[in-house]
């Protein structure tokens, strides 16, 4: 079966309102704020079609709400991988699947990020495998797209504001790359 983007805006109207974790907005509110940044930064339609789905991981698990808060990674950054590749190309999937190690990256790099991650996102990063070694780092950053992995994470980490006003989600469906 062909996964559609009719069944993404399924999953985003049928399971969106759940709370984002321990974070004060719903999960369609992050994914909608995590896109209008990227889109106001001017970022390609792929990126923020990234940004609006990097988190639709959690709206496929059974796992609750908050599995970190219950000492549980998720793995929500590969769940929607093989669903989302059958619709679009990597310049999509692949920052979806590096944004969390993106944090890793984030946080070896710049000694200030770790300090500015919501409490729930310093637990989680335990759980996705803590901070990266230089080697690490250098590792990762060399791999293709992850700067936008990196973006995505920035975007990511500031689209946590309760009630503020984004574009709709049809508004970002249209902008999405068809291939």
């Known amino acids: 079966m062909k996964f559609t983007i009719d069944e993404i805006c399924?999953?985003?109207?049928?399971?969106?309102?759940?709370?984002y974790?321990?974070?004060?907005?719903?999960?369609?509110?992050?994914?909608?704020?995590?896109?209008?940044l990227a889109l106001q930064a001017g970022e390609t339609r792929e990126l923020i079609t990234a940004c609006l789905l990097h988190d639709l991981g959690h709206l496929i698990h059974n796992l609750g709400d908050d599995p970190a808060a219950q000492g549980v990674d998720d793995k929500h950054e590969y769940r929607a991988i093989?669903?989302?590749g059958q619709i679009f190309s990597l310049e999509v999937t692949e920052p979806i699947r590096l944004h969390v190690v993106?944090?890793?990256?984030?946080?070896?790099v710049d000694s200030q990020y770790w300090?500015?991650?919501?409490p729930a996102?310093?637990?989680?990063?335990q759980l996705q495998g803590g901070i990266f070694s230089p080697q690490e780092?250098?590792?990762?950053?060399?791999q293709p797209l992850a700067q936008d992995a990196v973006k995505l994470r920035i975007y990511d980490d500031q689209?946590?504001?309760?009630h503020l006003s984004t574009p709709e989600l049809s508004y970002f469906v249209e902008l999405m790359p068809r291939s």
């Open 10 to 19: 399924h999953l985003f109207d049928h399971k969106g309102s759940k709370m």
């Open 21 to 36: 974790g321990a974070e004060a907005v719903t999960q369609l509110e992050h994914a909608l704020q995590t896109a209008n």
């Open 82 to 84: 093989p669903f989302l």
């Open 102 to 108: 993106a944090k890793r990256y984030l946080c070896a």
């Open 115 to 118: 300090q500015g991650l919501s």
């Open 121 to 125: 996102s310093q637990r989680s990063l």
């Open 137 to 142: 780092a250098e590792e990762f950053i060399r």
């Open 159 to 162: 689209a946590k504001v309760p």
